[in-house]
Nanobody, 119 residues
């Protein structure tokens, strides 16, 4: 079994910062891409940032403000969020493509962590 556990969400004022973490655990052989998505009520889940072995990609709305990084030794991905805006308020979900001990490659999701930015 593989699971992703997120932490670091909360309430912050506009202009502030938060750092999200997501740790993968279980029967992991390899982790490919890791990413962060967000969702607000009534809207589709949208990509915020993704990191592969060598590259990172960001949604236009967060470029220059958010930074995604990973610690492969800890099977953990981070999202540093600076200059937060009220429109960043959402539930944030971690995603990872993981190869498990059966050599099956699957997409996994965390349970979500809430980020609220007050104006």
């Amino acid at each position: 079994q593989v699971q992703l556990v997120e932490s670091g969400g909360g309430l912050v004022q506009a202009g502030g910062s938060l750092r999200l973490s997501c740790a993968a655990s279980g029967s992991i052989v390899k982790i490919n891409d890791m990413g962060w998505y967000r969702q607000t009520p009534g809207k589709q889940r949208e990509l915020v940032a993704v990191i592969s072995a060598r590259t990172t990609n960001y949604a236009d709305s967060v470029k220059g403000r958010f930074t995604i990084s990973r610690d492969n030794a800890k099977n953990t991905v981070y999202l540093q969020m600076n200059s937060l805006k009220p429109e960043d308020t959402a539930d944030y979900y971690c995603n990872a493509e993981i190869v498990d001990f059966t050599w099956r490659r699957s997409d996994y999701w965390g349970q979500g962590t809430q980020v609220t930015v007050s104006s």
